[in-house]
T-cell receptor
Framework: DAKTTQPPSMDCAEGRAANLPCNHS???????VYWYRQIHSQGPQYIIH???NNETNEMASLIITEDRKSSTLILPHATLRDTAVYYC??????????????FGTGTRLQVTL | DGGITQSPKYLFRKEGQNVTLSCEQN?????MYWYRQDPGQGLRLIYY???????QKGDIAEGYSVSREKKESFPLTVTSAQKNPTAFYLC?????????????FGDGTRLSIL
């Protein structure tokens, strides 16, 4: 699976949009981009995933550049409960066998009043 | 509500003792996974199972064993051969192992050595 690069930490004011970047310049054609977050002492929570089109769900939006070498997770109105470590993961699928999720060190998002 | 249940939340192991961590899911998922997380680090895959009665070793299987006798259950045994078992253990499941559908996680079991 391709390697991802994320900033180690970011701050965001409550009520503002949080934009979390991820670089995955070596991504292959069959690799999806997944975003998870982990609040201390809890299991990772799935947020969103996509291949090449932008995606939106009730939690967030995922913007993938046209060349697929980077993406941005957008939390439209951040709250204090969004404070967590956010992981961007690239994973090959449809390979015929199960594949693991490779978590890096992620971005620690701190939402402040 | 559908989800993944891990128990216990905290577990203590004595030297030379085997312990078993429970993972149950009611999502009707075929694939299940066990990961280990050490402080400040990412997740490492221990074992995974794509279907009942079948499982495969992950990156760090030594000192661990699993079984998959039922679709909804995937228990992990940490044996005495695992010399550094203190960690946060996470169970996950997905509809299929090889599709693009995401893995969903339980809330983990924290294992410590007495």
């Amino acid at each position: 699976d391709a390697k991802t690069t994320q900033p180690p930490s970011m701050d965001c004011a409550e009520g503002r949009a949080a934009n979390l970047p991820c670089n995955h310049s070596t991504i292959s054609g069959n690799e999806y981009v997944y975003w998870y977050r982990q609040i201390h002492s809890q299991g990772p929570q799935y947020i969103i995933h996509g291949l090449k089109n932008n995606e939106t769900n009730e939690m967030a939006s995922l913007i993938i550049t046209e060349d697929r070498k980077s993406s941005t997770l957008i939390l439209p109105h951040a709250t204090l409960r969004d404070t967590a470590v956010y992981y961007c993961i690239v994973r090959a699928t449809n390979t015929g066998t199960a594949s693991k999720l490779t978590f890096g060190t992620g971005t620690r998002l701190q939402v402040t009043l | 509500d559908g989800g993944i249940t891990q128990s216990p939340k905290y577990l203590f192991r004595k030297e030379g003792q085997n312990v078993t961590l429970s993972c149950e899911q009611n999502l009707n998922h075929d694939a299940m996974y066990w990961y280990r997380q050490d402080p400040g680090q990412g997740l490492r895959l221990i074992y995974y199972s794509q279907i009942v009665n079948d499982f495969q070793k992950g990156d760090i299987a030594e000192g661990y064993s699993v079984s998959r006798e039922k679709k909804e259950s995937f228990p992990l045994t940490v044996t005495s051969a695992q010399k550094n078992p203190t960690a946060f253990y996470l169970c996950a499941s997905s509809i299929e192992g090889y599709s693009n559908q995401p893995q969903h996680f339980g809330d983990g079991t924290r294992l410590s050595i007495l």
